[in-house]
């Protein structure tokens, strides 16, 4: 690995945090982790100023095509190269600048790219492109969470239309999104990978209905999502009938190397360090009183910096055209604990300060962001694979070892 920019990278880079620089709205450039639901929800808002804040974000990256750096040229896209992509994604996160079109740009546009039809390419991917509109995913069921082929919705064919029954749950951004892709049983009789579909269908067609879940932060990011005779077109079905699990198994490409995570834990580092050294801050912290603490948080930035070698091998390999296997659950395993430890190194950073949960207070140091993301972490380890299942991924795929 070279870990040195090449000239052409170089100004690639400069061209992006230029971009940033000038053209991030201050509500991004002011917002603390804990504060906002991210640009899906920000375009939803009722404050004016956020909505606004929202659309002249989205358009000064749609003027350059980096609203989906990864697509190809020919579908919107800005056609990037992995190595491109991931400079892109290190500025981003860097600075706080929000990615733009949520599942549909990262998830659910790459597929259509490759499984969809004509039809659905041109119905579509505009809309995600201009942000009209925004999606959900429906995988996980009550049931069916890690072992996510044992799905039981339904959908049954009727003349032209599927008609769906059934439940997911932890459906995220539902309650923001103007669609869904999802993925459904069309065929009990097969084998459990075989016999599902992918489909597409609108968030408020009849029959379907939300539940919010609250979280343990006491956020909305989640819901449960039920469908009662929900009638879909049968042209929604992506790629092929029956063969679902494999158009679904395709997304996420270029999103495996997770540098968003290693990136955000050098941010809120750095953020710490500058709010324990400002006046205000020295006074909140414990940093002064305790040698541990102080390891504690340079062991927190030794391990950013590993999670960030871990990504660079990632994206290393795919810009060689290699496949992330078990390197991209390392990565994933390492960045949702490391979040973990990161929150609770905060927690204790400002001792009894830490037991104020209100972000508004004058007494909660960094807006209580650490309070808030110490409750809020704990999810990341199950969020997207559990952290379990990718210890055996690494155990039997990387390590070569016997399943169990």
């Known amino acids: 690995m070279d870990w040195?920019?090449?000239?052409?990278?170089?100004?690639?880079?400069?061209?992006?945090?230029?971009?940033?620089?000038?053209?991030?709205?201050?509500?991004?450039?002011?917002?603390?982790?804990?504060?906002?639901?991210?640009?899906?929800?920000?375009?939803?808002?009722?404050?004016?100023?956020?909505?606004?804040?929202?659309?002249?974000?989205?358009?000064?990256?749609?003027?350059?095509?980096?609203?989906?750096?990864?697509?190809?040229?020919?579908?919107?896209?800005?056609?990037?190269?992995?190595?491109?992509?991931?400079?892109?994604?290190?500025?981003?996160?860097?600075?706080?600048?929000?990615?733009?079109?949520?599942?549909?740009?990262?998830?659910?546009?790459?597929?259509?790219?490759?499984?969809?039809?004509?039809?659905?390419?041109?119905?579509?991917?505009?809309?995600?492109?201009?942000?009209?509109?925004?999606?959900?995913?429906?995988?996980?069921?009550?049931?069916?969470?890690?072992?996510?082929?044992?799905?039981?919705?339904?959908?049954?064919?009727?003349?032209?239309?599927?008609?769906?029954?059934?439940?997911?749950?932890?459906?995220?951004?539902?309650?923001?999104?103007?669609?869904?892709?999802?993925?459904?049983?069309?065929?009990?009789?097969?084998?459990k990978h075989r016999g599902i579909s992918f489909i597409l269908m609108d968030r408020h067609t009849p029959g379907i209905s939300l539940r919010p879940l609250i979280n343990m932060a006491d956020r909305h990011g989640f819901n449960e999502t039920f469908f009662e005779d929900v009638r879909v077109p049968a042209a929604n079905v992506v790629g092929e009938l029956n063969r679902g699990w494999y158009v679904g198994a395709s997304l996420l490409d270029f999103e495996r190397s997770n540098i968003q995570g290693a990136m955000a834990a050098r941010r809120t580092i750095a953020e710490m360090v500058d709010y324990v050294t400002s006046d205000e801050g020295k006074d909140k912290s414990r940093l002064d009183q305790s040698d541990s603490l102080r390891h504690e948080l340079a062991e927190d930035f030794i391990e950013?910096?590993?999670?960030?070698?871990?990504?660079?091998?990632?994206?290393?390999?795919?810009?060689?055209?290699?496949?992330?296997?078990y390197e991209a659950s390392t990565a994933k395993m390492y960045a949702s604990e490391l979040m973990q430890r990161l929150a609770r190194t905060g927690t204790k950073v400002f001792g009894l300060a830490s037991n104020i949960w209100d972000n508004e207070s004058e007494y909660a140091p960094m807006k209580a962001r650490f309070t808030r993301s110490y409750v809020s972490s704990i999810s990341g380890t199950i969020a997207g694979g559990t952290s379990e299942i990718q210890r055996n991924v690494i155990a039997t795929r990387g390590l070569g070892l016997p399943r169990g």
């Open 304 to 325: 950013s910096e590993v999670l960030y070698n871990f990504s660079f091998r990632i994206i290393s390999m795919q810009n060689s055209g290699l496949i992330p296997n």
């Open 4 to 191: 040195n920019d090449n000239p052409e990278q170089a100004v690639f880079r400069a061209d992006v945090r230029g971009m940033v620089e000038s053209d991030l709205p201050a509500r991004y450039r002011e917002t603390g982790d804990e504060e906002y639901n991210g640009w899906q929800g920000d375009r939803k808002s009722d404050d004016t100023d956020v909505r606004q804040a929202a659309i002249d974000w989205a358009d000064a990256l749609a003027t350059r095509g980096w609203v989906a750096p990864h697509w190809p040229a020919e579908y919107g896209g800005a056609g990037l190269s992995p190595m491109e992509q991931f400079i892109f994604k290190q500025e981003m996160t860097s600075s706080g600048a929000p990615a733009v079109g949520g599942m549909g740009v990262q998830m659910l546009g790459p597929t259509l790219i490759v499984h969809g039809s004509d039809e659905q390419k041109a119905e579509h991917l505009p809309k995600i492109l201009s942000g009209d509109v925004a999606w959900c995913q429906g995988y996980s069921e009550p049931g069916s969470g890690s072992d996510l082929a044992s799905l039981q919705t339904r959908a049954e064919r009727d003349g032209d239309e599927y008609v769906i029954n059934g439940q997911k749950i932890w459906t995220s951004g539902a309650h923001n999104a103007d669609w869904m892709f999802a993925l459904v049983r069309t065929d009990p009789e097969a084998p």
